[in-house]
């Protein structure tokens, strides 16, 4: 963490300087803002708290209940959730108070006694080591309440306004401020009476039941698998010894069970299967009373016991996956001629089960996207034609999502006779691991994801994957660390720089490309504002082959030393060297001769490129960057 270079700091540093609107941030709803949030589920906090990073754009995000989330429903957070979180500033804050998933047992009919259980396999979480980061069970409620503090401690004071209900939206796409929201008070004096708020964009967040979703027209499609579940967040007394391990039960007497052991250490989750449900169930399976959920779980749990002593939250749901035909308000027919107004993310756009654990962590990486983008292109500094590229991006990892989910929530239901391989359950498992952890989505080519024509020269970052860290070992100081944890969610674009084999000062390719980048027209650099920092936009980063003793700090290009700050400070902490102990060139498949990546603000690899590749860069980036001035925004 940087700080002190605006001046003395004594306060606690995660509290960043107020700055546009954020100083006199008014404390009723504006009429007019530029990005309207609704709702404060995990997709719309998390682009609220992107968005409360650009200091000159008003964004406000109302949410129907009068105050935070007491209990959320989702709980599982993957690896790459975490990966995220790092960014934000809180992963090790949540980690140390979540409960961590390590290894998963599996449980089935003892082959001797079908009416008993005997535990089978415990394979490890993450056997191929695909992130340093950990897979973690934490209320969804406290998720939302470090996006909750990271927006307070913004520039912008963001908070969010909380008493208001969607009522209805209209666009005018010839209007300063085209898309007119009505909202409905739910609380308070002002109970039942409406309003209207005027924004340039709006993301709808606001759940399965989105009215911001019929209000642009989109449609669900899917389709319900007729198998219900019963779901108990519960503290317990038992006897079965794998009570505070993942587990996934599979009876003799035709029933399952995940269990999902809870942050705290004695509160756990479970999922109980309930059997089929009849065509025209018409819902009534969501009757079922807790005491049947509890007497069917100690049925499947046999001969082991489970006495329930406080239930503090449960539910009756039918599987079933559904996705929407779009994820923002662009008709087919629209295509190319006009750019997008309003979106939806998270569970307004895709439904499937719960057992997977992914429809929270699906749902940030949706708000996260559209909340960089959002940001750029109202801060001038790309073409509306950036926003196309969410319901391109989001729609298809979705779709993967949910064809995963039906395999997954099928095999769960399945009986353990009706498996022609007895250990295929925990085969899927380990087999698919890197999907559930949230590193299987792959961002096609666009004006965000460059060709793969030069993929060979850095195989370890695939484009339009995550940026996958890796060690490194910091040169000013000699502090090992991880190259990726460096990156925060402030909106800009990084640029790594992975050098040649010569030193720093030496004529080479790194020196090379240096000198281009601070001085050509096409740099991407040159795009950034008069009067900003020369690192505001772009976060330019060198690793050196050499161990950190081997490179003079002092002959390393200035442009990785920039100066900060209103005092002109040196940034020394833009310069790395290979870890000897974990080479960072041999982990990744850099070639030695040097390689550009360049990484999104949402943390995916845009390209991949030799060090004197300087035309292709600026080409790239020439699509990104917006070829007009910045414009005014509601706050300016």
């Not at 010839?174 to 340039?200: D, F, H, I, M």
């Not at 499947?300 to 079933?320: F, M």
């Not at 095999?411 to 353990?416: G, T």
């Given at each position: 963490?940087?700080?002190h270079h605006?001046?003395?700091v004594s306060g606690?540093?995660?509290?960043?300087?107020?700055?546009g609107v954020?100083?006199?941030?008014?404390q009723?709803l504006?009429?007019?803002?530029?990005?309207?949030?609704?709702?404060?589920?995990?997709?719309g906090?998390?682009?609220?708290?992107?968005l409360?990073?650009?200091?000159?754009?008003?964004?406000?995000i109302?949410?129907?209940?009068?105050g935070?989330?007491?209990?959320?429903q989702?709980?599982?957070?993957?690896a790459r959730?975490?990966?995220?979180?790092?960014?934000?500033?809180?992963?090790?804050?949540?980690?140390?108070?979540?409960y961590?998933?390590?290894?998963?047992a599996?449980?089935k009919?003892?082959?001797?006694?079908?009416?008993?259980i005997?535990?089978?396999?415990?394979?490890?979480?993450?056997?191929?080591?695909?992130?340093e980061?950990p897979?973690?069970i934490?209320?969804?409620?406290?998720?939302?309440?470090?996006?909750a503090?990271y927006m307070k401690?913004?520039?912008?004071?963001?908070e969010?306004d909380y008493?208001?209900?969607?009522?209805g939206?209209?666009v005018?796409?010839?209007?300063?401020?085209?898309?007119?929201?009505?909202?409905?008070a739910?609380?308070g004096?002002?109970e039942?009476?409406?309003r209207v708020?005027?924004?340039?964009?709006?993301v709808?967040a606001?759940?399965?039941r989105?009215g911001?979703r019929?209000?642009?027209?989109?449609?669900?499609?899917?389709?319900?698998?007729?198998?219900?579940?019963?779901?108990?967040?519960?503290?317990?007394?038992?006897?079965?010894?794998?009570?505070?391990?993942?587990?996934?039960?599979?009876?003799?007497?035709?029933?399952?069970?995940?269990?999902?052991p809870?942050?705290?250490?004695?509160?756990?989750?479970?999922y109980?299967d309930l059997g089929?449900?009849?065509?025209?169930?018409?819902?009534?399976v969501?009757s079922?009373?807790?005491?049947?959920?509890?007497?069917?779980a100690?049925?499947?749990l046999?001969?082991y016991?489970?006495?329930?002593?406080?239930?503090a939250?449960?539910s009756?749901?039918?599987?079933?996956h559904?996705?929407?035909?779009?994820?923002?308000?662009?008709?087919?027919?629209?295509l190319?001629?006009?750019t997008?107004?309003?979106?939806?993310?998270?569970?307004?756009?895709?439904?499937?089960?719960a057992?997977?654990?992914?429809?929270m962590?699906?749902?940030m990486?949706?708000?996260f996207?559209?909340?960089?983008?959002?940001?750029?292109v109202?801060?001038?500094?790309?073409?509306?034609?950036?926003?196309?590229?969410?319901?391109?991006?989001?729609?298809?990892?979705?779709?993967?999502?949910?064809?995963?989910?039906?395999?997954?929530?099928?095999?769960?239901?399945?009986?353990?006779?009706?498996?022609?391989?007895?250990s295929e359950?925990?085969?899927f498992?380990?087999?698919?691991?890197?999907?559930?952890?949230g590193?299987?989505?792959?961002?096609?080519?666009?004006?965000?994801v460059?060709d793969?024509a030069?993929?060979?020269?850095a195989?370890g970052?695939?484009?339009?994957?995550?940026?996958?860290?890796?060690p490194?070992?910091?040169?000013c100081?000699?502090?090992?660390?991880h190259?990726?944890?460096?990156?925060?969610?402030?909106g800009?674009w990084?640029?790594?720089v992975?050098?040649?084999e010569?030193?720093p000062?030496?004529a080479s390719?790194?020196t090379d490309?240096?000198?281009?980048i601070?001085?050509?027209a096409?740099?991407p650099?040159a795009?950034?504002?008069?009067g900003?920092d020369?690192?505001?936009?772009?976060?330019?980063k060198?690793v050196?082959?050499q161990?950190h003793?081997?490179?003079?700090i002092g002959?390393?290009?200035?442009?990785?030393?920039?100066a900060v700050?209103?005092?002109g400070?040196?940034?020394?902490?833009k310069?790395?060297?290979a870890?000897?102990?974990?080479?960072?060139?041999?982990?990744?498949?850099i070639?030695r001769s040097g390689v550009?990546?360049?990484?999104?603000?949402d943390?995916?690899?845009?390209?991949?490129?030799?060090?004197?590749?300087t035309?292709?860069?600026?080409?790239?980036?020439?699509?990104?960057?917006?070829?007009?001035?910045v414009?005014a925004?509601a706050?300016?």
């Amino acid at each position: 963490m940087q700080f002190h270079h605006h001046g003395y700091v004594s306060g606690d540093p995660r509290i960043q300087p107020v700055a546009g609107v954020g100083v006199d941030r008014p404390q009723e709803l504006p009429e007019v803002v530029d990005v309207l949030i609704i709702g404060t589920g995990p997709a719309g906090m998390i682009a609220a708290a992107q968005l409360s990073q650009f200091p000159g754009i008003t964004t406000r995000i109302v949410e129907r209940r009068p105050g935070r989330l007491a209990i959320g429903q989702a709980d599982g957070i993957q690896a790459r959730s975490v990966e995220t979180f790092q960014a934000f500033g809180f992963a090790q804050r949540i980690t140390d108070e979540a409960y961590r998933i390590v290894e998963m047992a599996f449980w089935k009919p003892d082959p001797e006694d079908s009416s008993r259980i005997i535990r089978t396999a415990r394979p490890v979480d993450d056997p191929a080591g695909i992130s340093e980061f950990p897979h973690l069970i934490v209320n969804q409620a406290r998720v939302l309440d470090y996006f909750a503090e990271y927006m307070k401690n913004a520039p912008t004071r963001m908070e969010p306004d909380y008493g208001f209900e969607f009522a209805g939206l209209e666009v005018d796409d010839a209007a300063e401020y085209p898309v007119s929201v009505t909202l409905t008070a739910t609380g308070g004096e002002r109970e039942g009476q409406q309003r209207v708020v005027r924004a340039q964009y709006v993301v709808g967040a606001d759940g399965a039941r989105s009215g911001v979703r019929q209000s642009i027209g989109c449609t669900m499609e899917g389709d319900h698998a007729n198998h219900a579940w019963g779901v108990m967040d519960i503290v317990a007394v038992t006897d079965f010894p794998d009570i505070r391990r993942k587990c996934a039960i599979q009876s003799g007497n035709g029933g399952s069970i995940l269990l999902i052991p809870r942050e705290g250490g004695h509160l756990f989750r479970m999922y109980v299967d309930l059997g089929e449900t009849p065509a025209d169930d018409r819902g009534a399976v969501r009757s079922t009373t807790i005491d049947q959920i509890i007497a069917k779980a100690n049925a499947i749990l046999s001969p082991y016991t489970l006495d329930v002593r406080n239930v503090a939250w449960h539910s009756v749901y039918e599987v079933g996956h559904r996705l929407t035909d779009r994820f923002d308000d662009v008709r087919p027919e629209d295509l190319g001629r006009r750019t997008p107004r309003v979106f939806i993310t998270g569970d307004a756009c895709h439904t499937h089960s719960a057992k997977a654990g992914q429809g929270m962590n699906v749902s940030m990486q949706d708000g996260f996207n559209i909340g960089w983008k959002l940001g750029h292109v109202l801060e001038g500094r790309s073409p509306e034609t950036l926003l196309a590229t969410y319901s391109q991006e989001r729609q298809v990892v979705a779709k993967n999502l949910i064809d995963f989910d039906k395999q997954w929530s099928t095999l769960m239901a399945k009986r353990p006779e009706e498996f022609e391989d007895p250990s295929e359950l925990e085969d899927f498992y380990v087999r698919t691991a890197e999907f559930p952890a949230g590193f299987m989505t792959q961002y096609e080519p666009s004006m965000l994801v460059a060709d793969d024509a030069h993929q060979g020269i850095a195989t370890g970052f695939p484009l339009g994957k995550r940026f996958r860290s890796a060690p490194v070992v910091r040169v000013c100081d000699g502090v090992p660390l991880h190259l990726g944890h460096h990156a925060t969610a402030d909106g800009r674009w990084r640029i790594y720089v992975f050098a040649d084999e010569a030193e720093p000062g030496a004529a080479s390719g790194v020196t090379d490309l240096a000198q281009w980048i601070g001085s050509a027209a096409e740099s991407p650099l040159a795009a950034t504002p008069e009067g900003s920092d020369r690192d505001a936009w772009f976060d330019l980063k060198v690793v050196y082959q050499q161990d950190h003793v081997g490179v003079d700090i002092g002959q390393v290009p200035g442009e990785f030393k920039p100066a900060v700050g209103p005092f002109g400070l040196t940034d020394y902490e833009k310069v790395y060297a290979a870890d000897p102990a974990s080479d960072v060139f041999e982990l990744r498949g850099i070639d030695r001769s040097g390689v550009v990546v360049v990484v999104r603000p949402d943390q995916y690899v845009a390209a991949v490129l030799p060090l004197r590749a300087t035309a292709e860069l600026g080409q790239f980036f020439a699509g990104v960057l917006s070829p007009v001035p910045v414009r005014a925004t509601a706050g300016q």
